[in-house]
């Protein structure tokens, strides 16, 4: 004869499974982008420390650990938590100037170096550029609806032309 299972025996143990992203975010335009944006900028750092242009393995570094961050961030929901910075600036930000550098030190990688590996990092680079430049397009209607919603809860709101002049003039 078998034994009955402890009730809570059919439940996953709570160790490492807390730590991974929820299935819905990891299905989510977002979470989808940020994943591809830690994907290539870990590929494009490994090109670069492979390749004779090892001084731009820097900026896909940072990269790499900014959108592994907000990956998680927005994973574990941070950012509705802490009301302190604007995440959709902050993000807008990272999003643009990490688009400006990757296609900046993709055009000086495949350019200016013979070897394979800077090769591959500009190539990389140009994806990278990509993806960088759709999130950064999401992320601005994000951003802009958001200021849109703040300005909407301001409690004077927007006084119309009316109300500003002076009527004294009739």
Known sequence: MEEPEPAGAAAPP??????????????????LLLLAESVLSFIIFICYIASLAASFMVAPLLEFLLALFLFFAYATKINEKLKGPCWPLTDFLRCITAAIIYFAISIAAVSKYKDGASKAAGVFGFKAT???????????????????????DAPEGRKSEDEDSDSDSD
Do not use: W
């Open 14 to 31: 709570p160790g490492l499974r807390s730590l991974l992203p929820p299935r819905e975010f990891l299905c989510s335009r977002k979470g």
């Open 130 to 152: 990509i993806v960088y430049a759709i999130d950064f397009y999401i992320t601005f209607n994000d951003l802009v609806t958001s200021l849109k919603q703040g300005s909407a």
